[in-house]
Structure formats: C-alpha cells, structure tokens
C-alpha cells in the first residue's frame, strides 16, 4: 500500500507521461521514471529493506545465488514523530558499487514464511550516506485522528449503499 501513496505522489509531481507503472511480470520494478526502471521501498525507521519476497528455503537459495540490483531505488524510512532523513533517491551505480564492495550484503531467516531476503541494514547505511544518494528530511507527524482500516472503510461504503 505504501508504495502506491508514492507512486500517487510520483504522477502527481511528473505526470502520467512520466511515471509508467510495470506489467505484471516486471517482479523487480515498481514504475518507470521517464523509461527508466525504478524500485520503491519503504520501511519504518531502521528495519530492514526487503530484496526479495520468498516464503521458504529453495528460493531463499535461489535470490542468494541470483539476486543483484537492476535499477535506481526510491527508499522511504518513516521515523513517526521525528524530523530526519526520510527519503533516499539511490541511483543503480551507487548500488551496484557497493555490492563489490560488500559482497555479503544479503540475509535472511531459514524456515517456512521466512519473511524473504533482507538487506543488511550495515549496507543501507553506506548506499544511504553515499554523496551519490539524495536525501530529503522529512518531519513525519501522526495526527490526532485515529486512521480507519481499509476494511472498516469499505463494510461502512457497502453497508450505505442501496441497491
């Protein structure tokens, strides 16, 4: 869901021209920025960045013998109620750099429902500070109101409607 608000935000600012959102089968990409592959991901403060979804041991293996970055990243860490560093435009170079220079950049649980294959939060730190990365201070503030439940908002639609 957060990667949609982005997205929304993303066609908002360039323009439906500018922003293509991928077909089905592109696993690694979220958009296109001007026909450029882009991956979003968004996380709370320090957790970890997910590479790869898997949900048991074979893929696991098989993301760590596959996996490498294909494009720039658009990384969004909400820190509630703080003012921070918050989102990170990392282009594919700065990524790829440092996957030479941290080879082992990867882990991941063993077992059922493993919760896929993160990435370290050491090697974020350094693609994060890299002079290569833009960084956008953010000041992330909860309002008073208490936010609904998509589901609590759509049993409120379908029970109002008449048919």
Avoid: C
Wanted: without cysteine.
């Amino acid at each position: 869901m957060r990667e949609r608000v982005l997205l929304g935000f993303l066609i908002s600012q360039l323009g439906e021209a500018n922003v293509q959102l991928p077909s089905p089968a592109a696993s690694m990409v979220d958009a296109s920025l001007g026909g450029e592959p882009l991956e979003i991901k968004t996380v709370t403060g320090r957790g970890l960045v997910t590479a790869k979804w898997t949900s048991d041991n074979r893929s696991v293996d098989q993301v760590f013998e596959e996996f490498s970055f294909t494009s720039d990243m658009l990384l969004v860490r909400i820190w509630w109620d703080s003012y921070q560093d918050s989102v990170f435009y990392i282009p594919f170079e700065v990524l790829d750099e440092a996957t030479t220079a941290v080879p082992d950049f990867l882990q991941s649980q063993r077992g059922t429902n493993n919760r896929g294959v993160k990435v370290k939060d050491a090697f974020m730190k350094q693609v994060e500070r890299h002079d290569g990365t833009v960084r956008v201070p953010i000041h992330w503030r909860r309002g008073d109101q208490d936010i609904q439940a998509p589901i609590v908002r759509y049993v409120r639609y379908w029970t109002e409607r008449r048919f």
